[in-house]
């Protein structure tokens, strides 16, 4: 049986996940003072975490961590 190549799809996809009601709580707050969609402030909770998780590599490591950024996987 042979593998497929996966396909390179764009656009947003949907993950459905269980959070505590702690972050829930907190993304809604996210949600409210920016003004946006649910969808568009856990976008922002997760470019923040990603860029901090980046710089506390960068930091242990001494070096570049090359992670690419959530525009450079989805096409507008």
Not at 20 to 25: Q, R, S, T, W
Not at 28 to 33: E, G, M
Request: charged share 35%.
């Amino acid at each position: 049986m042979l593998i497929a190549e996966p396909k390179t799809e764009s656009g947003p996809k949907e993950l459905r996940v269980k959070i505590g009601v702690e972050y829930h709580l907190k993304l809604h707050a996210l949600k409210l003072l920016r003004g946006k969609r649910m969808s568009e402030a856990v976008e922002e909770a997760l470019e923040f975490y990603f860029e901090r998780v980046r710089e506390e590599t960068e930091a242990a490591n001494g070096a570049p961590v090359a992670m690419p950024a959530l525009v450079d996987l989805v096409e507008e």
